[in-house]
């Protein structure tokens, strides 16, 4: 498998200084931005759109790893792309029966695309789309907050989805630590959304490095 990814999640970020704080965890060892869309319709609260995706582009190089955590995720696909965004995750449950046209809209724009699922969605959802995904991000909390508890029962999904791909991304987001990265890594994630964790430490560094570790 190949090295661990870190996303850090911009949602626990001081959006005061936002062009700061990406510039910081560029400088500090992050892989990939983590960019939480809520609409306060899928999920309870409201957070940014493209423009602030655009703005990002901006100020650093690294892949824009945008969550789309919205209802009829197929009318902002285009302008997340043209935005900047790298990566384009949609949520299974809000696109559900047209899941298949929208993945194929975002590989049309020439973005990597996603798929998420909530915590008490199977994995087996996944099946039919896995050849035509680039990434699986498994929901170890409810979406729409950050700061919450991580749910193992959830990481154990991963175990799962690892046997339709050996080479797929599998991302896991939802109260990720350095006790939980391991859980998640051992299962066979390679990639890892982390807010709180790395924010709210005394060094992002540290906090990066320690994800990586197995």
């Not at 990639?191 to 790395?198: F, W």
């Amino acid at each position: 498998m190949t090295d661990i990814i870190v996303a850090p999640s911009i949602l626990s970020s001081d959006f005061s200084k936002l062009g700061e704080e990406i510039k910081n965890l560029e400088k500090n060892g992050a892989d990939w931005i983590h960019i939480d869309v809520m609409d306060g319709h899928f999920v309870p609260n409201i957070t940014i759109g493209a423009p602030v995706v655009k703005s990002l582009r901006k100020v650093s190089k690294l892949p824009l790893d945008v969550h789309l955590m919205i209802n009829s995720p197929e009318k902002y696909i285009k302008d997340f792309a043209n935005a900047g965004a790298d990566y384009i995750t949609i949520h299974y449950e809000s696109a559900s029966h047209n899941t298949g046209n929208v993945i194929k809209m975002i590989k049309d724009c020439g973005i990597k695309a996603g798929l998420s699922i909530k915590p008490k969605t199977s994995p087996d959802v996944i099946k039919p789309y896995i050849n035509d995904l680039d990434l699986i991000l498994v929901m170890t909390v409810e979406p729409g907050f950050g700061g919450q508890k991580f749910m193992q029962n959830c990481a154990e999904k991963i175990k799962e989805i690892r046997k339709y791909s050996k080479d797929i991304i599998i991302e896991v987001d939802g109260g990720i630590n350095e006790e939980t990265a391991k859980i998640c890594t051992n299962y066979g994630a390679n990639a890892l959304v982390a807010g709180n964790y790395i924010f709210s430490s005394n060094s992002i560094k540290e906090a990066i490095t320690s994800l990586r570790q197995r």
